[in-house]
Structure formats: structure tokens, C-alpha cells
């Protein structure tokens, strides 16, 4: 597929929100405040880890954008915390349902529809972004990069969550595509894991028919750390796990405090300050 396809696939995909299975499963049929809540306390038990790499308590007054908006739990605890919010999203739907949430809670805000590969702001217009799961999907993971770090301020920060090149779960269900690319980063190469086929993009994110999204892309710390060579510092840390063998009986929460996580977890967290 080239840029265009995968950005058209993109748009179409995503547009049934990111998190509708769970809302389904939760008994969610609504978008009132006591639904919407139900579903946040959900996301955010599911990822207690988010409070510490997102500084929702010292973002008031700053200008906050979020790419990859999703059901907008995110979305609107940024606009709560007192941002001045900015949400963008290749989609119609993840975007409606921001602008839905900041009109029912009263926040000040917006979110557009865009792609963050040809984002449609001024350069250094924002002090802080936060794309948490959306970056791997956009086909041009190094581009998206490039295009947050030019609409950072100086001494602006990058947040943002890319899936893990070597997780457990890679290394269980992909075993040579992990290890020939390992094998390939040892003699310098630097990049993402390329194409992948159904099964494995719909391992980590399915539609409710179980359609897999467009576009996904993997990555290590090291080829991050090369794709954010532009920021002045960068740091990263692993989280999140499958309670799959031999992790099956460790309830999640329990896993989640082990150092599993911090070794093979799914997703990598990233600080990049410009
Ligand atoms: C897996 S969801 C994550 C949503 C949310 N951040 C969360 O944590 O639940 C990925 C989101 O990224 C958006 N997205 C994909 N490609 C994009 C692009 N090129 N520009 C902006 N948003 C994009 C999708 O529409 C989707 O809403």
C-alpha cells in the first residue's frame, strides 16, 4: 500500500472507535457522562501506568495536542487537567466524540480531523503532545515523529506509546520475524519491523468484526531512540503484558508490578523533549 492507501484505510478503520468492543462488553450503549465515565474508569484501571508518563497535573495553561484520539478518555482528562486542547485524529469518529465530550463537560478545546504526517498547524505552536498508540498505525512512524518535533515549542515534550519490536508476545507468535530483526539491528540496521500479515496486527488491534487495523509497526528502543535524534534528550520505558503461559495466573494487576513488564512488554513509552 502506499501513503495515500494506508491513510484512506486509516481514516475508514478507525472510524469505528478505538475501544468500541470494550464499550460493548462494559454494556455501554451511550455517550452520557455516566457512560463515558464507566468506560474511563475502566481504561485507566486497565492502564494505571498512563499517570506517570502523561503529567496531567502540570499541563494547565499549557498547548496540549493529542494525535490519535480513540473513545477520548485521554482527550478529555488533558482538557480537565486545564490545557489548552487540541485533538487530532485522521478519523471523523474518535474526532465527534472529543468534541462531543469537551461540549458535555464544558472544557475548553477542539479536535480537528487530520493527519499528523501533514498536520495543518503552525510550526511550535504546542509545549506538549501526546499520542498514545497512534503513531505505529500512520505507515510513516519516523515522518510522524518528525512532524510532532516541528510543532513542539523548544523545550516541548513528546509522550507517546509505540508497540514494542521485543515483547513477549513477538517473540511467541512471530519468533523468526523477532529474531531476524534483532539479528539485523546487531549489524546496524535502524528501523521498523516491516509488513506484517492479518494475524498479527489484529493481535493487537481488531475492528468489531475482528478485522485487523490497516497498519501497524514495531520498533525497539534503540531505532526510537535514532528516530528521535532531532530532540535534545529521550527516554523510554517498557509496560503493559499478556497474561499468556507461563504469565496465565498471575492476575494482571500483579503482573503489571512484576519486572516482566519492564523487560518484554507490549508497549514503549516515550519522553522525547525538544
Ligand atoms: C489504537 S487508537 C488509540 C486511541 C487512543 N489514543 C487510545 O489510547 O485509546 C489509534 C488512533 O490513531 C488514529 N490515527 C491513525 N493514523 C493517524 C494519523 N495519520 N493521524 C492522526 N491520527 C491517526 C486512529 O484514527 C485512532 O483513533
Keep these: 500500500m502506499n501513503q495515500t492507501e494506508i491513510s484512506q484505510k486509516n481514516s475508514d478503520f478507525w472510524n469505528e472507535l478505538c475501544g468500541s468492543h470494550l464499550a460493548k462488553t462494559l454494556g455501554i450503549t451511550d455517550s452520557s ?3 463515558l465515565k464507566r468506560f474511563d474508569d475502566w481504561y485507566f484501571d486497565f492502564y494505571p501506568y498512563l499517570f506517570s ?11 496540549v495536542l493529542e494525535v490519535g ?18 485533538g487530532l485524529d485522521i478519523a471523523a469518529g474518535p474526532v465527534a466524540m472529543a468534541n462531543h465530550r469537551l461540549k458535555q463537560e464544558n472544557l475548553n478545546g477542539i479536535a480537528v480531523q487530520g493527519s499528523i504526517l501533514e498536520p495543518d498547524f503552525p510550526a511550535e505552536s504546542f509545549d506538549t ?32 506509546m509505540v508497540y514494542y519490536a521485543y515483547s513477549y508476545r513477538r517473540y511467541r507468535m512471530v519468533p523468526l520475524t523477532t529474531i ?37 509497526d514495531w520498533i525497539s528502543v534503540r531505532s526510537l531512540e535514532m528516530y528521535c535524534k ?28 512484576t519486572r516482566w513488564p519492564g523487560l518484554v512488554g507490549l508497549d514503549l513509552y516515550a519522553t522525547a523533549v525538544k
Design 33 to 35: 457522562p455516566e457512560s
Design 129 to 160: 503532545i501526546v499520542a498514545i498508540g497512534c503513531l505505529h498505525h500512520t505507515g510513516n512512524l519516523r515522518k510522524a515523529i518528525a512532524q510532532c518535533w516541528k510543532l513542539l515549542r523548544p523545550g516541548g515534550s513528546l509522550i507517546f
Design 180 to 216: 531476524s530483526h534483532l539479528l539485523r539491528e546487531a549489524t546496524g540496521y535502524r528501523g521498523v519491523v516491516g509488513a506484517s500479515d492479518d494475524r498479527e496486527r489484529s493481535a493487537y488491534d481488531a475492528g468489531s468484526t475482528g478485522v485487523a487495523a490497516p497498519h501497524t
Design 230 to 257: 532531532d530532540f535534545a534528550s529521550f527516554s523510554a520505558v517498557l509496560e503493559n503484558i499478556d497474561q499468556e503461559p507461563p504469565f496465565g495466573r498471575t492476575p494482571r494487576a500483579a503482573l503489571l508490578k
Design 69 to 86: 484520539l480513540g473513545y477520548g478518555t485521554v482527550s478529555q482528562r488533558l482538557a480537565e487537567s486545564g490545557a489548552k486542547y487540541t
Design 53 to 63: 508518563h502523561i503529567p496531567f497535573g502540570q499541563l494547565e495553561g499549557k498547548d
